[in-house]
């Protein structure tokens, strides 16, 4: 089920999303613990949020609603420099709770920290592709750099290319996104991510992430058309 795009500070990933990824993560941990001894349920969840990296895009104050099912409860602020912020354990298992997912809550010390690193190393990505051009990189002169606006995830929306990739044999991504980002003086661009479980190499649990900017627009195209080129500056 797809996520609604959010003015809330919450983070950027929807329950449905991080239920796909806690799957990943229990294929992965219940074969590196097999013969390893049961650790000891924790008797509360933290409640501790992590602020990310992420700059929010604030255009208008945030308005007060009532959290939907897909979005988790924002924390109030007038500061228009906000980042996004992350959920704590709690606010995890309960969002996932409400969707009914079945959450375990010895698993939130595991998926939340991979969900918060996901998160970041999409970000990167994204802020890799801003600075790779002479007119991205005027463009997100004068304000500190590209802002993440909205969100939206659909775990069951196959991109084009993760699409062609199956048909040649690619196993498929277990989640997609898209990523509105907002540059200096309010232009954006538009950006989907499709979230791959990576290989493995024996030191824990691996994704890859293939981020570009989405060919919905001529800013799109032309991102990926100099990219595949080669042509930076």
């Given at each position: 089920?797809?996520?609604?795009?959010?003015?809330?500070?919450?983070?950027?990933?929807?329950?449905?999303?991080?239920?796909?990824?806690?799957?990943?993560?229990?294929?992965?941990?219940?074969?590196?613990?097999?013969?390893?001894?049961?650790?000891?349920?924790?008797?509360?969840?933290?409640?501790?949020?992590?602020?990310?990296?992420?700059?929010?895009?604030?255009?208008?104050?945030?308005?007060?609603?009532?959290?939907?099912?897909?979005?988790?409860?924002?924390?109030?602020?007038?500061?228009?420099?906000?980042?996004?912020?992350?959920?704590?354990?709690?606010?995890?298992?309960?969002?996932?709770?409400?969707?009914?997912?079945?959450?375990?809550?010895?698993?939130?010390?595991?998926?939340?920290?991979?969900?918060?690193?996901?998160?970041?190393?999409?970000?990167?990505?994204?802020?890799?592709?801003?600075?790779?051009?002479?007119?991205?990189?005027?463009?997100?002169?004068?304000?500190?750099?590209?802002?993440?606006?909205?969100?939206?995830?659909?775990?069951?929306?196959?991109?084009?290319r993760a699409r062609w990739k199956g048909w040649v044999g690619y196993q498929g991504p277990f989640d997609r996104h898209d990523w509105v980002v907002e540059r200096?003086?309010?232009?954006?661009?538009?950006?989907?991510?499709?979230?791959?479980?990576?290989?493995?190499?024996?030191?824990?649990?691996?994704?890859y992430l293939d981020v570009r900017p989405k060919l919905n627009s001529w800013e799109g195209w032309k991102m990926r058309v100099w990219s595949m080129l080669g042509?930076?500056?």
């Open positions: 089920m797809a996520s609604q795009a959010s003015d809330s500070p919450t983070c950027p990933v929807d329950p449905a999303s991080r239920a796909a990824w806690l799957e990943k993560a229990k294929e992965t941990t219940t074969q590196q613990t097999a013969t390893a001894p049961t650790p000891k349920p924790p008797t509360t969840l933290s409640t501790t949020r992590e602020t990310s990296s992420i700059p929010r895009a604030i255009s208008q104050p945030p308005t007060t609603t009532t959290p939907s099912p897909t979005s988790l409860p924002a924390t109030p602020s007038s500061s228009a420099d906000q980042n996004w912020i992350y959920p704590s354990q709690k606010m995890f298992f309960a969002a996932m709770q409400r969707k009914s997912h079945s959450p375990h809550a010895p698993d939130m010390a595991t998926i939340v920290p991979i969900h918060n690193a996901v998160n970041e190393r999409a970000w990167a990505e994204i802020k890799a592709w801003e600075a790779r051009f002479v007119w991205t990189r005027e463009a997100n002169r004068g304000c500190g750099g590209p802002r993440l606006r909205s969100f939206a995830g659909d775990s069951g929306k196959i991109s084009p200096c003086g309010g232009g954006e661009v538009e950006y989907v991510i499709d979230f791959y479980k990576g290989k493995e190499e024996g030191k824990g649990l691996s994704f042509i930076g500056g």
